[in-house]
Nanobody, 124 residues
Framework: QVQLVESGGGLVQAGGSLRLSCAASGRRISNYIMGWFRQTPGKERRFVATITRSGGRPYYVDSVKGRFTISRDNAKNTAYLQMNSLEPEDTAVYYC?????????????????WGQGTQVTVSS
């Protein structure tokens, strides 16, 4: 089993940047596809970005392409989400997740392990 802890959220003005980190313990994240999701009150948790075990083939939801970058450092057992050009619509709780699926997956139910979430608030 793997435990995930997100950090790096906060309040930022529109156009600003934040870098989220997802520190894992218990097992090596090299065993998992890593993903980031976000959720706003009353809404379903939605896919943001994912990356394969080796760090290649990142995949993003269209609304963050060109602004967000997912990465991972398997040696540090940590995944990251660099968020640039933030918009008020990016305001949400951001969750890190790990999946045992063999290929890229964007569906929350295919991720077995989740962090507790970190709040990102973008002011206009």
């Amino acid at each position: 089993q793997v435990q995930l802890v997100e950090s790096g959220g906060g309040l930022v003005q529109a156009g600003g940047s934040l870098r989220l980190s997802c520190a894992a313990s218990g097992r090596r994240i090299s065993n998992y596809i890593m993903g980031w999701f976000r959720q706003t009150p009353g809404k379903e948790r939605r896919f943001v970005a994912t990356i394969t075990r080796s760090g290649g083939r990142p995949y993003y939801v269209d609304s963050v392409k060109g602004r967000f970058t997912i990465s991972r450092d398997n040696a540090k057992n940590t995944a990251y989400l660099q968020m640039n050009s933030l918009e008020p619509e990016d305001t949400a709780v951001y969750y890190c997740a790990a999946s045992q699926e063999m290929g890229i997956t964007t569906t929350p139910m295919t991720y077995q392990y989740w962090g507790q979430g970190t709040q990102v608030t973008v002011s206009s």
